[in-house]
Every structure is written in structure tokens, then in C-alpha cells.
């Protein structure tokens, strides 16, 4: 018996680093789940053939989380396609690091998009559906980021801050309607995106963090499986950081 068993999960970013790991984990608990990908079609594909034996329903979908009209669609589509969403995770994020002093109102647009209007575009669609069911799990990925700031990720960190405060907002305005909002803080976990960053960078996050260790996707997945299970039922408005006490 798996702890998500009878549950559907949408997800977005599904296709690739921790999405990737929160698909496989959520279905190896036994939720159904409805991911989303933006250009990794074939790598997406690939993920389902992967976990077919798992006996849990997959599906991929090519929606793009910064637009309100693809995202309201997307909703409609996996509501039609599975009949209901117990749990929204907010995860589809991007990077455009740059010091402010060359940051382009492009770079800061695209960021604020990817990472936080999407969570905006999710939760406004996913929200009604939830009450209607009288229950709900939205988890947001955010960033320690988010907390302390990093020179060169004004834009990112910007984006990963706003996201505590919509937490926050959504866990007080749907508590009554038994749906809760929380977010998760992951430190340095080794996916594609930190490949990006230069040495350097990844050094300072490396002498920084006690445990001497990136995290792995599948980390901050076992977090995800957490929030969205009864285990966590009174657990409304909170952050969980998974980063080894990196600046803590
Ligand atoms: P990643 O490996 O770069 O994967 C990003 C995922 O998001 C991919 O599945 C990508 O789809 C999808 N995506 C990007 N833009 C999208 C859009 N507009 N609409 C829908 N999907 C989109 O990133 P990651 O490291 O797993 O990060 C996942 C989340 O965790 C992000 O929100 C990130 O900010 C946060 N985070 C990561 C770290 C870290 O150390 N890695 C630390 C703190 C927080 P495609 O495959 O189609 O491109």
C-alpha cells in the first residue's frame, strides 16, 4: 500500500531533474499523475515506457506554465483525462543568472514568468476544482535562494521569495476548505539546471553546506511524497527547506 495510492498528482516540470524524481516517486506510492514538459517530448515518453510496470496511470502533457491560457487548458485537460487533482505541484523553474548590472529586462521577465506567474496561472486554475472535492496539496518549489539572496540570481531569487508570500496568502484564504499550500526550500541538488552554474559558484555552495553533499532530486521528491500525503494533514503555510543546513 503505497502512502499516495488513489491519488492524483499534476506536476509540473515533470520531465527532467527533480520533476523527473517526484514523477517516479509518486508513482512508485501509487499516485496517478499528470506531468508537464515544455520542449523534452521524447525524454518525457521515455519516463512513462519506464514506469509502465507500476500499474498507476501516467501522462505527459506539452504546456507551457507561464501562460495563463495553456495553463488554464491544461487543467481542463487533466480534470477530463483523470477525473480529479488531489495534488498540484508548482515545480517547472528556470535560470538566467547574470549580476544586475548586465541583467536584461528580458532575463528578469522570462524568470518571473517560468517561476512565479506559473504558480500564480496553476493554482488559479487547480483552485475551484479542489474545493469542489473539499480537499487539496499545492506544493511550491521555491529556493534557499528564495531566503538568503545570491549575487548574479536577482531574478531567480526575486521569483523564489515571491513564492512564500503566495504560500502563505493561499494556505490562509482555502485553509476552511481543507486544502493546503505549502512550499519547499531545496538547497543544492544536482540536476541539469546546477550544471549551469560556473565552478566557482558551486564551490561557495559546497564549503557552505554541513553536510558535504549535494542533494539528489529524489530528496527533495521523499519531501514532496510528505506534503502530499495524510501524514502531513495539519501541515498548512509552512516552508521545508532540503539542503544538508546550508545556511541555516
Ligand atoms: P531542470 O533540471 O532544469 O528541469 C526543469 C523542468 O522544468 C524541466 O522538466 C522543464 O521541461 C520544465 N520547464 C521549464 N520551463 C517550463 C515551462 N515554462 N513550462 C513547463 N515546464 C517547464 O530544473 P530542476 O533543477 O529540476 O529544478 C526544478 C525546480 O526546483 C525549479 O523550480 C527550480 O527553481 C527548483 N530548485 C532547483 C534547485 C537545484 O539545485 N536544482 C534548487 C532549488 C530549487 P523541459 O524538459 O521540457 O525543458
Redesign the pocket.
Known amino acids: 500500500m503505497g502512502l499516495l495510492n488513489g491519488k492524483t498528482a499534476l506536476i509540473?516540470?515533470?520531465?527532467?531533474?527533480?520533476?523527473?524524481a517526484i514523477v517516479r516517486k509518486f508513482a512508485a506510492e501509487g499516485a496517478n499523475v499528470a506531468f508537464?514538459?515544455?520542449?523534452?517530448?521524447d525524454?518525457?515518453n521515455a519516463l512513462i515506457e519506464d514506469l509502465k510496470d507500476t500499474g498507476v496511470t501516467l501522462k505527459a502533457y506539452?504546456?507551457?506554465?507561464?501562460?495563463y491560457e495553456q495553463s488554464e487548458e491544461l487543467v481542463k485537460q487533466v480534470l477530463e483525462d483523470f477525473g480529479q487533482v488531489d495534488v498540484l505541484i508548482?515545480?517547472?523553474?528556470?535560470?538566467r543568472d547574470t549580476l544586475m548590472l548586465r541583467m536584461s529586462e528580458e532575463q528578469w521577465d522570462a524568470v518571473l514568468?517560468?517561476?512565479l506567474k506559473?504558480v500564480f496561472n496553476l493554482t488559479k486554475h487547480i483552485l475551484r476544482p479542489m474545493m469542489r472535492n473539499r480537499k487539496g496539496s499545492i506544493i511550491n518549489?521555491?529556493?534557499?535562494?528564495g531566503v538568503f539572496g545570491n549575487a548574479g540570481q536577482a531574478n531567480?531569487a526575486a521569483s523564489?521569495a515571491g513564492i512564500f508570500g503566495f504560500t502563505k496568502s493561499i494556505a490562509k484564504e482555502v485553509g476552511s476548505r481543507n486544502i493546503r499550500c505549502n512550499a519547499i526550500?531545496?538547497?543544492?541538488?544536482?540536476?541539469?539546471?546546477?550544471k549551469e552554474l560556473d565552478e566557482k559558484t558551486k564551490e561557495a555552495f559546497l564549503a557552505g553546506i554541513p553536510m558535504k553533499r549535494?542533494?539528489q532530486?529524489e530528496e527533495?521528491a521523499n519531501t514532496c511524497v510528505f506534503l502530499a500525503s495524510d501524514h502531513s494533514s495539519y501541515i498548512s503555510g509552512q516552508t521545508l527547506s532540503v539542503c544538508g543546513a546550508l545556511n541555516c
Do not use: W
Open positions: 509540473t516540470g515533470g520531465s527532467r531533474g527533480i520533476g523527473e508537464t514538459y515544455i520542449s523534452s517530448a525524454r518525457s506539452q504546456s507551457d506554465a507561464s501562460s508548482n515545480n517547472a523553474g528556470i535560470t514568468k517560468t517561476n506559473s518549489m521555491s529556493s534557499v535562494v531567480y523564489k526550500a531545496p538547497g543544492f541538488i544536482e540536476t541539469d539546471m546546477t549535494l542533494g532530486g527533495v
